[in-house]
């Protein structure tokens, strides 16, 4: 009888110190180091909290024609795709008003900030659509815009990897994309933000919540509608989707438009299960 495949498995912190986690079956450990370097290249080249990152070039450079590699060409064209797909909730465009809010800087430098009494200023957030025209290898923004790739670079780059490494769960950040048939030949077993779990063999597992990226007075989810940070947002929602991507959008979608408004229209963009817990009591 031979012996069952085995599980590598790599933990790590990246995208400003979110846990992250690469679990494979029948992969090498070189396989595995060789998918968390990648998350880590990936981060340094999108980073919008450096100025010398190929995201950050193409925001200083708004209103002009400016070349972009085929990967951030790839993601901006997510960028928009998410932004359809959540009705406009998933807006890259809210860089300038969470920049406004004071997610400036990485999470772990805000939140050493003392608390600001006075509620962050309104920065109109523009349809994504109207301010990024992205065409084969070049970008533009109009002036006085910018992009952050946030969630949906995370959700883009778990699917990919996953993928790759054919029979794998990749976790970044929450983002998770699970694919092939896990450890015990049933699927990957995936836990939820309520507590209760799912089994997947392909499928996206997206939870957006308060403690991962909040800080006292803020949110690190700006509604587009108002310009400011989510206010009517679930304490987290977790949601199943097609992949990673999807998920991710869809969780976003709940999160800053609330259960009662986010719930339906995230089940008919494609959402297999919704989960969520309450936010908590205004102390």
Avoid at 41 to 48: G, I, K, Q, V, W
């Amino acid at each position: 009888m031979s012996a069952a495949p085995s599980l590598a498995v790599h933990r790590f912190t990246a995208f400003g110190g979110a846990r992250c986690e690469v679990l494979a079956i029948g992969c090498s450990d070189a396989d595995v180091s060789a998918a968390v370097a990648e998350v880590y290249a990936f981060e340094a080249r999108l980073t919008r909290f450096d100025p010398g990152s190929e995201l950050s070039r193409l925001n200083a450079a708004a209103g002009l024609r400016t070349a972009v590699s085929p990967l951030l060409e790839e993601l901006l064209r997510a960028t928009l795709d998410a932004f359809e797909l959540s009705d406009g909730a998933v807006n890259a465009a809210v860089l300038p008003a969470l920049v406004a809010a004071g997610y400036d800087r990485t999470i772990a430098v805000v939140r050493e900030r003392p608390v600001q009494g006075a509620s962050p200023a309104a920065v109109p957030v523009p349809p994504l659509d109207a301010v990024l025209e992205v065409g084969k290898g070049w970008a533009r923004l109009r002036p006085g815009n910018a992009v952050d790739l946030g969630g949906v670079g995370k959700g883009w780059l778990a699917d990919r990897l996953a993928e790759r490494l054919e029979n794998a769960a990749v976790n970044l950040g929450g983002d998770l994309r699970a694919l092939g048939a896990g450890p015990e030949g049933d699927g990957w077993t995936v836990g939820l933000c309520d507590g209760s779990a799912v089994r997947v063999v392909d499928a996206g597992v997206a939870t957006s919540g308060r403690a991962g990226r909040s800080w006292a007075g803020g949110h690190h989810l700006v509604d587009p509608r108002t310009g400011r940070p989510a206010t009517a947002v679930p304490g987290a929602v977790s949601v199943v989707a097609s992949d990673a991507l999807a998920a991710e959008v869809l969780a976003k979608l709940v999160a800053i438009r609330g259960l009662a408004e986010g719930v339906p229209l995230a089940l008919a963009r494609g959402a297999a299960r919704i989960t969520s817990t309450p936010a908590p009591e205004a102390s």
